[in-house]
Every structure is written in C-alpha cells, then in structure tokens.
C-alpha cells in the first residue's frame, strides 16, 4: 500500500494564502482521485475538494485543489485566509486495495 | 441531505466485539457506499471499509481478519463489527457515505473506549 504524507502544520496570516502538500509515496497521485477534508476542532470532518479539484456546493471558492504529477503531489490553496479556517486538514486518496488518508496537517490563522 | 447517526456502546471490554450501526436518514441507503472511519484520541482518520448496498465489501487489509461491515436496506442502516478489541482500538468512530473513493457525508461519530 501507499502512503499520503503531509507537514504536521502550517501557519499564515488573515488575508494571505497557504497551500498544503500531499506527496504519494508510491503509484502516480493523477490516477486516483485526491479528495480534501476539513476537520475543525470538536467536529467531525467535512469536505472542501473532492476529485482532485471540485468544489461540493456551499464550499467557499477560496479553496482550491490541484496535482503535481512531477512531484507526485496534491496541493490544498485556501486564499484570503479567515481565522474560521483554522483546523485540522485531511488529504486521502485510494487504490485497488484500500482507502488511505494523509497524517493531517494542522492550520493555524495567526 | 442525507444525515446518519451512530448508535451503539461506548465501552467494550478487551477482546470482545465492537458493534456499532448507522442510520441514513433524508436519502436512500440504496444510492451511495457507506463506510467506516475511526480517529484515536488526538490522531488521524483510518478508513475501516465499506459495502454498497448490494452487499458488497471492501476492508482495510490492516482491519481485515477482525472487522464485518453488514446492511439492512429495510431499515436504513448499516453497521460494523470489530472483533477482538484492545486498547488500541479506541476511537471515535464515524459512518460515511458517498461514492466508492470519497466520502460526501459524515456522521458526527460517537467515541468507543476499550477498557476492562
């Protein structure tokens, strides 16, 4: 099986843009779908990217999605950052065999 | 929009059987893969598998030989069973659904504690 990892945390500023990284370990990151979930403290998860770059109805389209298939990479760019958005960010991805999500990366609006 | 709630123990003692059920509510139980997600205290998400609602299974290979994921269409719910628990497996325990390799909707999850 693969793995999805990402940094343990990130921080940035109200009003500027972060993005989060999530590097497959093996297998290429553009043949399974990458989906993104937001998980705030105390809550269950919800999903802000689906299908590599979708954004579900009602997700504010500063989130965005996208795949580096030179680095093996799906990155998470939520711009005009708001202190709401602090939480808990999830990446997973599948293969044949198994679903598999990324370690979390903890977003911290400062 | 769909909604589900768990239900089920919030204690079960080592190397007995976890046993958990979801119910889907404001959506068919026919139209979507329903699974299992755990998250330790302080930790990351594990998928623990899924069943569609003709039966069909998928597990993780890590969970395999302990865990059962069954549904029954009539009442709208589905359900998990882990076998042989330790502490380990103490989590907070969410049902999902949606396709096949992502999750649409999420339960609110209900903490299960392994413990003597």
């Known amino acids: 099986n693969f793995m999805l990892t990402q940094p343990h945390s990130v921080s940035e500023s109200p009003g500027k843009t972060v993005t989060i990284s999530c590097t497959r370990s093996?297998?290429?990151?553009?043949?399974?779908?990458v989906q993104w979930y937001q998980q705030r403290p105390g809550s269950s998860p919800t999903t802000v990217i689906s299908e590599d770059n979708e954004s579900p109805s009602g997700v504010p389209h500063r989130f965005s999605g996208s795949i580096d298939s030179s680095s093996n990479s799906a990155s998470l760019t939520i711009s005009g950052l708001k202190s709401e958005d602090e939480a808990d960010y999830y990446c997973q991805s599948y293969d044949s065999n198994t679903w598999v999500f990324g370690g979390g990366t903890k977003l911290t609006v400062l | 929009q769909v909604q589900l709630q768990e239900s089920g123990p919030g204690l079960v003692k080592p190397s007995e059987t976890l046993s958990l059920t979801c119910t889907v509510s404001g959506g068919s139980i026919s139209s979507y893969y329903w699974s299992w997600i755990r998250q330790p205290p302080g930790k990351g998400l594990e998928w623990i598998g899924y069943?569609?609602?003709?039966?069909?299974?998928k597990y993780n290979p890590s969970l395999k030989s302990r865990v059962t994921i069954s549904v029954d269409t009539s009442k709208n719910q589905f359900s998990l069973k882990l076998s042989s628990v330790t502490a380990a497996d103490t989590a907070v325990y969410y049902c999902a659904g949606g396709r096949w390799y992502r999750v649409d909707y999420w339960g609110q999850g209900t903490l299960v504690t392994v413990s003597s």
């Open positions: 093996s297998g290429s990151i553009a043949s399974n779908y």
């Open positions: 069943i569609y609602s003709s039966g069909s299974t």
